[in-house]
């Protein structure tokens, strides 16, 4: 038996292998068994970890901005238009 997977999903292939079996079964003493199960658990993982790291750097980029702000405030600085802080956040922004 052979089976042409190009241009299908490996769910296509599965459903059309139980089609086929069902079909024409195997002879007497051989049996089937679908294994890859362990390809589903590492895509979960995968995307279970991409998924924390994302929330982790929003949750960092929000305390960081947070933080840029807070000390905005607390240096007094009202205007935050002026060239004395336009020139402090070019420079931070250069280095």
């Known amino acids: 038996m052979s089976f042409s997977m190009a241009g299908h ?3 296509e292939a599965v459903f059309d292998l139980n089609d086929t079996l069902a079909e024409r079964p195997l002879p007497e003493g051989y049996t089937d068994e679908l294994a890859g199960e362990g390809e589903w658990k590492i895509t979960v993982d995968v995307f279970r970890d ?5 929330a982790a750097a929003l949750v960092m980029i929000y305390v960081l901005l947070a933080r840029h702000r807070i000390a ?5 600085d009202d ?13 931070f922004l250069a280095a």
């Open 9 to 11: 999903s490996p769910v």
């Open 79 to 91: 205007d935050s238009h002026s060239a004395d802080n336009y020139r402090h956040h070019a420079g």
């Open 50 to 54: 991409l998924g924390l790291a994302f």
């Open 72 to 76: 905005d405030r607390t240096a007094g």
